[in-house]
């Protein structure tokens, strides 16, 4: 097993991989649910081809998909900054959350290398315009979710059975 039982989050990666995903895949399909199916494939795609996740999360088996456990916190301090608003708004019978950008200065991309980049470039590509029922379905394809159990650590090492962006 290779799931990360203590995160070394890198909170300068987390954050800016947050707002980047805000910045360039935000229209009416960004919500947090899909926010959280961005990260999952930053991270495990970055596992795969380079043994490293970019954000240093684990993520835990939810009933929509992966999600990763430190989340809350890095858009929690966005949003104290003031580089962020979120907002609620109504769906079906609950409600989404809902990003704004309100500082582009906030954003360091930076901090990324080269080939960050062109993942954060390519998974906004792919899914920008994906609905997020659309892409947590995706997710429940892959064998990271589909060989974790509820509630728990979704292993890194089945990563290497997700397709998207081979080299």
């Not at 926010?35 to 495990?44: S, V």
């Not at 954060?120 to 060989?147: M, R, S």
Request: glycine letters at 4%.
């Amino acid at each position: 097993m290779v799931a990360i039982k203590s995160p070394q989050i890198n909170k300068r990666l987390y954050r800016n991989a947050v707002l980047y995903f805000i910045k360039y895949c935000n229209n009416q399909y960004l919500h947090e649910t899909k926010l959280n199916k961005l990260l999952y494939y930053l991270d495990f795609i970055s596992f795969r081809d380079y043994k490293k996740p970019i954000t240093g999360d684990v993520y835990i088996h939810q009933q929509y998909g992966p999600v990763p456990s430190h989340v809350d916190e890095i858009l929690a301090s966005l949003k104290k900054d003031g580089i962020i608003d979120t907002k609620a708004v109504a769906y079906k019978d609950g409600e989404l959350i809902q990003f704004e950008l309100k500082n582009e200065k906030g954003i360091d991309e930076d901090v990324f290398s080269v080939e960050q980049k062109e993942l954060l470039k390519n998974i906004c590509d792919e899914f920008g315009n994906w609905p997020t029922e659309k892409i947590v379905a995706q997710t429940h394809l892959e064998a990271p979710w589909f060989y974790s159990k509820p509630y728990e650590i979704v292993d890194y090492a089945y990563s290497r059975d997700i397709d998207l962006f081979r080299k």
